[in-house]
């Protein structure tokens, strides 16, 4: 991640910011507010505003004329019950706004969670950054041959090798092309005088899917943890979870309490069917229990089986 | 409306509040914040947060690293382009909470505007307060004879009188009974320490539509706009509109740029139909312009002619 | 539930439709189309139109040229593991419409879900019917001690005579006095020919919160079901209960495989929390397992063992 | 667009399906139910199921028992005065699903309308086919000197070969690249047997914008159209406009009285604001107008003058 001067000067500028509110605020969050956190190797989260903590979600269960908070016990106790019968729209009475770079391939992902609110870098309007992803080595897996959409073993010696050369020259052909379709450096410089560029909304389709865009993206509480929940996940493609994990940590600063209760109930935490459950009845009470009588497809049997740790039951 | 002590002291005390933040802050909002602004003869509206102000919706626009504001002259130009052109997502960069309290027949009304966030007082769970809206006498008016979901005119002496009383007395007798089928009064205390009462989710049945509910309601600044572009219009029931009144005051206090856009594009502005724009034009130039030859029927031809003061010219 | 002889005729007259599609369709749901299938006193359920049947969700999942059957066997295979796993977009390829008959303070919980489609018979424009809901004396029952939102015990004799009364005698007067108001019987007679009538948009306002509405109500299946798994749920009120089973039934009907995943993975399914499932873990491994040492708080211990019947371990 | 045998026979088998339903039928949609219309070099749009009607707007605008349709005038005459004034929700009750094939950057605009249902072809689970758009010599445009985000005039010549070659090239190589990182051909077949290839996540990021991916799309009649009054507009991207407009035509022969109130009231039409109406109030009484005591911004008084046809008046 390279911030220019410029884009440094502005950051230091917000952050230096010291207005009064009879708002509620969040200390810790305050503290990275504006911040570009750094995910990639060209991506960043940066927390640009935020709205209500803990308090404002039992504020609005209780409907309250006052501050929510009584005694920060009773808050926790009751955000927990909240969390744990899924009773949701009091989280949706917190916001919160992240400025984020981020691979193009990547934003085709993120972009399926549809309720939130979007702007994103127009490359209609103006030139995208110079910037694509290029995976660490570590990073380089084969196909998984189990999990038809997942990775398998990392992928080592001269193949890593060639596989990162194709990508980066690739993407720096495209780009460096991209320019000559525009006949404009990433610069703003104009490359022959004589010449028109090419229109960048139709330059733009020569870049590659790892070239960096931005966007500020904007969503309440429930709708964030309800992305962290699929996007935090291990079955979550790696470059997604990267900055799942940093707004994970966002989130523990700006809503301590509900934190926790997400932690334990829905990332900790399984969903068993009514055949897994009866499984799980009958392993309790030392009956012999066995895949052919479950009723389970070996799939399912595996999966629970593995969630709980028994794996010399796996079929 | 009366608060009680209680809600009084809950409201000072957040009113009381000298939070620091790095975030943007609307002043003029802030002057406001928490109280509760009269409505109708029991209800109001408080402000009980916000998030960005103006410079939000050119940051988001932008997509900045900075603050939005470059010159404000530059910003109001930007907003008013982007109204004009109804590029929407901007406005959605910013978000606000009102807690409001309302007549149940127009909580249904106001509840149709899908895309916000509500928890509402739970009539399963707690007792609804002894409040029901009661019309001024002025506000009384019969059925209109020419729009079928509109009033006409101001239904005057004995008549008034009448309606105001079996409205009274239905909604208290009512109330009333809600607490004898509770077995408890609306202050708490019991009844007959000998029965059990009726479970609340049932007995809120006997009440009626002008009762007095509550809600929190949170959503962003292009939705608001929205509800207010429907709500805050003559075609709107004046209950409504009571509240979207008070509403309009606050987004002139919160965003006043995008307030002056809304008020001349939006609430100001109409809606040309490609024949209504033909009919226009031959107006312009001079040429006769009959309702006959016009393609529009005798009602669009009247509202039209009647939105640009051309009252002689009604069929 | 009385049909008007002409609304039983135009019911007779969209189902003698026999009209010839490409379309796919679902030959049980046809069987019960347009029927009124009667919920509460006066209530209905009518399915007016659908789209998509199993093999939709399928055929979408797999982003496919063709239907989306291979084999029963194999789609089953994947509508359950989709729902298992959670992959929801699938299940919102297939749409159903509703008209449904209900009482104000059922429409009133039931609108808080917001992705559907809503058009309801409007109060400004229209007299709304003479039916309100009276509950059968066996559901008429006490505040629940337990559960603050909920019911306890059945009231019997004298007292469950007394709270029908006076709901029977509150909801006529009103809607009598509501009569009087509009100046209109609601068979749409005059009362007096002298008289205006009240505007129906304020005159609404005495009924009481039993009168019947009606809506048309249109969702995707994945809403549906979302809906379904909160409302047809032993914690649901009795009255939108007894909505959400007809409903169920029509699901059947519909989408028989994904019914069955439904009722299995949602429906008799469970979620448990990090320190449950490590609770759990112990219980089959035989180790001593106390609530004191769990993490859990009394109510969710209960919650949990009372789940998988271990009711002997109740605190 | 090139189809495959096999998927040609899977959309005959479907053309080929002779169901009977009770549901309402689109009877000019199904004769182009499920064909591929062809858009730009290799797209194509399929509607592959619908849900109502015209008749059914009208049904759910009076919660009818019965059909919608009374007479098609008075159908008609309704179906205007919801469009003319607003009135959204009766358009939400008719359903139609798309198969779109697309280029990856027109997918990335479309997808910014947020109230649609999507299923798309997953590139973490399977192989992109091998197919990239090139535009048409005559779209090839210079970037706009007027307009930011738009085109000006045709790129001929030696420039346009280049152009071409450069974005044949690049999508060329990209893709074969792409194969080799995967270490499989599009066809399936395996390339090197002793090695592995890279994920299919993480390969796709090589790939160019203008490769083709598809999807199921499903939106209700209002967002659909509210897509097309902003995808059908000469302001948006030719390659968007391309499928807009095979759209438009659906929709034609879907609802053919929505369709012509859509074209009067919203394609056809224009929104004036209140400074803009004052303007063409003088300028109908035959007052002098002139720009400087108008109030508007140049830009304004430009698009207001041209789009009643007034260019003389032009700043």
């Given at each position: 991640m390279k911030l220019t001067k410029e884009q440094q000067l502005d950051i230091l500028d917000q952050q230096s910011q010291q207005n009064t509110?009879?708002?509620?605020?969040?200390?810790?969050?305050?503290?990275?507010?504006?911040?570009?956190?750094?995910?990639?190797d060209h991506g960043?989260?940066?927390?640009?505003?935020?709205m209500g903590d803990d308090s404002s979600i039992v504020q609005a269960a209780r409907v309250s004329y006052g501050k929510g908070t009584k005694k920060v016990s009773t808050d926790a106790g009751l955000i927990k019950y909240l969390m744990r019968h899924r009773h949701s729209t009091p989280?949706?009475?917190?916001?919160?706004?992240?400025?984020?770079?981020?691979?193009?391939?990547?934003?085709?992902?993120?972009?399926?969670?549809?309720?939130?609110?979007?702007?994103?870098y127009?490359?209609?309007?103006s030139i995208l950054d110079k910037e694509f992803y290029l995976?660490?080595?570590?990073?380089?897996?084969?196909?998984?041959?189990?999990n038809r959409q997942g990775r398998g073993q990392v992928i080592n010696g001269k193949q890593a090798d060639d596989i990162l050369k194709i990508l980066k020259d690739d993407a720096q052909r495209n780009y460096e092309n991209y320019e000559?379709?525009?006949?404009?450096?990433?610069?703003?410089s104009v490359i022959d005088e004589d010449k028109d560029g090419l229109a960048r909304e139709l330059a733009r389709m020569n870049l590659t899917l790892n070239t960096y865009t931005q966007w500020y993206w904007k969503t309440d509480l429930l709708n964030l943890l309800n992305f962290l929940s699929l996007r935090a996940d291990s079955?979550?493609?790696?470059?997604?979870?990267?900055?799942?994990?940093?707004?994970?940590?966002?989130?523990?600063?700006?809503?301590?309490?509900?934190?926790?209760?997400?932690?334990?109930?829905?990332?900790?935490?399984?969903e068993l069917s009514a055949k897994s459950k009866q499984v799980i009845q009958k392993m309790i009470k030392g009956e012999k229990c066995k895949y052919e009588d479950s009723g389970l497809s070996k799939r399912e049997w595996n999966e629970l089986m593995s969630s709980?740790?028994?794996?010399?039951?796996?079929?």
């Open positions: 509110t009879k708002r509620v605020t969040s200390p810790e969050l305050e503290k990275v507010l504006y911040e570009a956190l750094p995910v990639l960043f989260i940066r927390v640009v505003d935020y989280f949706e009475m917190c916001e919160i706004k992240y400025h984020v770079k981020l691979p193009i391939f990547i934003a085709r992902q993120w972009i399926r969670h549809r309720t939130a609110n979007v702007n994103e127009s490359a209609r309007y995976p660490e080595k570590e990073h380089l897996a084969a196909q998984s041959s189990t000559k379709l525009l006949n404009e450096k990433f610069d703003g079955h979550a493609q790696y470059e997604i979870r990267a900055y799942a994990d940093i707004m994970l940590d966002t989130v523990k600063r700006w809503v301590p309490i509900t934190y926790e209760a997400f932690m334990d109930y829905r990332v900790g935490g399984i709980f740790g028994f794996t010399e039951n796996l079929q």
